[in-house]
């Protein structure tokens, strides 16, 4: 079926549903496949849960009811119907991608351009080939902004989003050691991440530049830039200052009060602030935003445990973060440290020397004690006696309660998949 066959059908739909277990009556069911399922398998399961149509791409179920509508693959029929139905409105799409940072800068920017437009932002983390296309149908004719993060591990996927989400402006957080796996070294994170900068070249829209970062100047061959950082040549020049562990930036002579902490975060709330100022927010408007904004869960937070504080920055993982959040730790925190670092995935050929750099990097000096949970660090070689290994979260919760502890500053920096953000409800 064409696509705008397909899509005179969503129109007059409760949108598409691509699981059973939460499809809504009158939605339109995707049969998509992956590593252990087939989507196919359900589609006249959907029908009975009250789907007005399942699109398949197996003709072998196709006579078994009406409602069927068979495609080549239907994976590429979401995606074409999501960027259909995206062209349909004036909705300004802004393409946030990069190694770190992302979800903290889209959430960011929502907050502040909240306070002046009717704004989407992608849910959580459905930022790949398939959480993309469920995102833009979102948009609706009310929406003036949708924020949509990019997420890629492979060469050429954040130039696929592109062109399914149709950006007219973008930015990239940053070139990090994350995914070396997928994208086979440093040399492809680059190659691949700076596919969103080439897509807006291409098609004449507004990169959000980083001014400070030299890897983003070099691969940003736009004459649309708008540029930001510390760098007095930048469009908008800002300075970096700090109250409480917490981040403030100073443009002109109005001070940007924010709630998340790090100097890692500094081009992240430099970004947001940019973007507000780009959409002719007032710098008012833009503290509003930032007054009111919440992060994601496990996302540079810093919580009260007990006596203790922690620094909890879970969510995920590469050595880049886990680096820039070490030495960020080592330079604002000066006393009763405790660090906590869980593995890091994706990095393939890469993993043990790469963990193994992590172990390295640290100055046992400024610690109390230093736990390493997972495989990976647990391979590695220390010598230091502060240091603690563990194979699993469960077997450091069996031997360390961080209760235990007394007025520490704990920094707890893993990847997702650890779960350590499990220690602070043992």
């Known amino acids: 079926m064409e696509t705008k066959n397909l899509y005179s059908l969503f129109t007059s739909s409760n949108g598409v549903s691509i699981d059973t277990r939460n499809l809504i009556r009158g939605q339109i069911f995707f ?13 006249l399961e959907a029908l009975d849960k009250g789907a007005s149509y399942s699109v398949i791409d197996d003709k072998s179920i196709l006579n078994k009811n009406q409602n069927l509508i068979y495609v080549d693959d239907s994976l590429k029929s979401l995606q074409e119907l999501s960027s259909y139905h995206r062209s349909q409105f004036d909705t300004k799409i802004i393409g946030v991608t990069g190694s770190n940072g992302k ?45 949509i993060e990019m997420g890629a591990n492979h060469i050429g996927e954040i130039k696929s989003l592109c062109e399914i989400a149709q950006p007219d402006l973008g930015l990239i957080t940053n070139y990090g050691m994350a995914h070396l796996e997928g994208f086979g070294g440093f040399k492809g994170v680059i190659k691949g991440k700076t596919e969103m900068f080439d897509y807006l070249t291409q098609n004449y829209g507004h990169i959000i530049l980083n001014n400070d970062d030299d890897l983003q100047i070099e691969n940003c061959k736009g004459d649309l830039a708008v540029t930001f950082g510390e760098k007095l040549d930048s469009e ?21 009060r ?17 973007i507000g100022k780009f959409f002719d927010l007032t710098n008012d408007e833009i503290q509003i935003g930032l007054d009111l904004f919440e992060n994601d869960s496990n996302r540079s937070e810093i919580i009260k445990f007990g006596s203790n ?5 879970a969510y995920n993982a590469n050595p880049t973060s886990i680096k820039a959040a070490i030495l960020n730790f080592d330079k604002e925190i000066t006393a009763n440290k405790i660090l906590v670092l869980g593995d890091m995935f994706e990095l393939g050929k890469y993993s ?19 736990y390493l949970v997972g495989n990976n660090f647990y391979k590695c070689k220390t010598e230091e006696i502060k240091i603690e290994k563990f194979q699993s979260l469960d077997e450091m919760t069996k031997s360390v309660n961080l209760n235990d502890f007394d007025s520490m500053n704990i920094l ?12 602070i409800s043992h």
């Open 352 to 370: 043990d020397k790469e963990h193994q750099n992590i172990v390295d990097l640290i100055d046992y000096n400024n610690y109390i004690k230093v």
């Open 309 to 313: 504080r922690i620094f909890l920055d």
């Open 103 to 147: 979800t903290t800068t889209k959430n960011l920017i929502h907050s502040i351009l909240s306070q002046k437009y009717n704004v989407i932002k992608t849910k959580g983390n459905l930022n790949n080939h398939i959480g993309v296309p469920l995102s833009l149908f979102d948009i609706n004719e009310e929406i003036d902004i949708a924020i």
């Open 412 to 423: 707890i920096k893993g990847s997702r998949g650890i779960g350590l953000e499990k220690l």
């Open 258 to 274: 924010s709630g998340i902490y790090g100097d890692f975060n500094f081009s992240n709330l430099a970004t947001s602030i940019t």
């Open 31 to 43: 049969s998509l496949k992956g590593e252990s399922f087939n989507g196919n398998n359900f589609a």
């Open 236 to 256: 908008f020049v800002y300075n970096y200052l700090k109250l409480d562990d917490k981040l403030i930036i100073k443009s002109d002579d109005y001070e940007f």
